[in-house]
């Protein structure tokens, strides 16, 4: 069983930054890649950002230049996503995600409880 433990939502005005963490641990062999999520009010849910572990990064057209996502290089069960110039259209829950090789020789994906990112003056 792997779990994924998201910090760093909040309340920010726009323009502000904000930087989310998502940590993995359980039965984990390896990670293939790990990203973002996000599911704005009435909407369904979209990708933002991921990273697979060779390095390679991905991202929505709409957070490219504002939003960087990146590899704990020292704790590689944990992904960074580094959101500035935010506005009201980011205003969303945040949810992690990691597609896990476990001990087991299983392939899953896990996520986690979401975070709640709010833009708003």
């Known amino acids: 069983q792997v779990q994924l433990v998201e910090s760093g939502g909040g309340l920010v005005q726009p323009g502000g930054s904000l930087r989310l963490s998502c940590a993995a641990s359980?039965?984990?062999?390896?990670?293939?890649?790990m990203g973002w999520y996000r599911q704005c009010p009435g909407k369904q849910r979209e990708l933002v950002a991921t990273a697979a572990s060779g390095g390679r990064t991905n991202y929505a057209d709409s957070v490219k230049g504002r939003f960087t996502i990146s590899r704990d290089n020292d704790a590689k069960n944990t992904v960074y996503l580094q959101m500035n110039s935010l506005d009201a259209e980011d205003t969303a829950v945040y949810y992690c995600y990691a597609a896990v090789v476990e001990n087991s020789g299983r392939y899953s994906t896990a996520w986690g409880q979401g975070t709640q990112v709010t833009v708003s003056s």
């Open positions: 359980g039965s984990i062999y390896s990670i293939n890649h």
